[in-house]
């Protein structure tokens, strides 16, 4: 087999999307699935740990996102504005490839490890959010807050994204649903729009 084996990481997940769909996650063996995608076991694991990491991988790049964003955000931006700026990052290093998301959620809503693994994810990149803003200079329970907020809304709207083949770029939707929860809360305690979500400290 040539060396070069052009997009071979695409070619291993979507062979092992395709596979965990057809066969069941835990009854898919790394074997097969580089059998699938026409290449090695070798060249499996030079791009990814183990199958479970096929669903997984790319979590450093989101997390690098976040801190970016956070790095990068003015002085007078507010703790809520800089998490959503943070989150839309994260949304721009996510592949357009809706097929492929559809495919992983399916996979993961049927195994109750992978929801689990699923939520861990989430979880820290809640914890990496609230942890660069707490650096930014924001107090710890604010910080948490807005983590909370951002990565819950971020999980709307990658569920939005995917169930609307219409739907704009993650990163707008996930702005339209930021939106949505200010225009609630906002209408809710009776504090207009355009009000201040508060400073740092």
Same mark, same amino acid.
């Given at each position: 087999?040539?060396?070069?084996?052009?997009?071979?990481?695409?070619?291993?997940?979507?062979?092992?999307?395709?596979?965990?769909?057809?066969?069941?996650?835990?009854?898919?063996?790394?074997?097969?699935?580089?059998?699938?995608?026409?290449?090695?076991?070798?060249?499996?694991?030079?791009?990814?740990?183990?199958?479970?990491?096929?669903?997984?991988?790319?979590?450093?790049?989101?997390?690098?996102?976040?801190?970016?964003?956070?790095?990068?955000?003015?002085?007078?931006?507010?703790?809520?504005?800089?998490?959503?700026?943070?989150? @839309?990052?994260?949304?721009?290093?996510?592949?357009?490839?809706?097929?492929? @998301?559809?495919?992983?959620?399916?996979?993961?809503?049927?195994?109750?490890?992978?929801?689990?693994?699923?939520?861990?994810?989430?979880?820290?990149?809640?914890?990496?959010?609230?942890?660069?803003?707490?650096?930014?200079?924001?107090?710890?329970?604010?910080?948490?807050?807005?983590? @909370?907020?951002?990565?819950?809304?971020?999980?709307?709207?990658?569920?939005?994204?995917?169930?609307?083949?219409?739907?704009?770029?993650?990163?707008?939707?996930?702005?339209?649903?930021?939106?949505?929860?200010?225009?609630?809360?906002?209408?809710?305690?009776?504090?207009?729009?355009?009000?201040?979500?508060?400073?740092?400290?």
């Amino acid at each position: 087999m040539s060396r070069w084996e052009p997009n071979a990481r695409g070619r291993l997940a979507k062979a092992a999307l395709e596979l965990y769909a057809e066969r069941g996650f835990d009854e898919t063996t790394v074997a097969e699935i580089a059998e699938r995608a026409g290449l090695t076991e070798r060249t499996f694991f030079r791009h990814f740990a183990d199958k479970r990491e096929v669903l997984f991988g790319g979590q450093e790049l989101l997390g690098r996102a976040i801190m970016e964003a956070v790095a990068a955000a003015p002085d007078s931006a507010e703790p809520m504005e800089i998490a959503i700026a943070a989150v @839309q990052a994260a949304a721009d290093r996510i592949p357009d490839q809706r097929d492929l @998301q559809r495919q992983r959620r399916a996979v993961i809503a049927a195994n109750p490890g992978l929801q689990e693994r699923e939520l861990r994810k989430m979880a820290v990149l809640g914890d990496e959010l609230a942890g660069a803003l707490r650096a930014a200079g924001v107090s710890a329970s604010t910080a948490v807050l807005c983590a @909370q907020v951002a990565t819950i809304a971020f999980g709307l709207a990658f569920d939005r994204w995917l169930d609307d083949s219409s739907a704009d770029e993650l990163s707008h939707v996930t702005a339209a649903v930021f939106a949505e929860i200010r225009a609630a809360v906002c209408a809710e305690s009776g504090v207009p729009e355009t009000a201040r979500a508060g400073h740092r400290r």
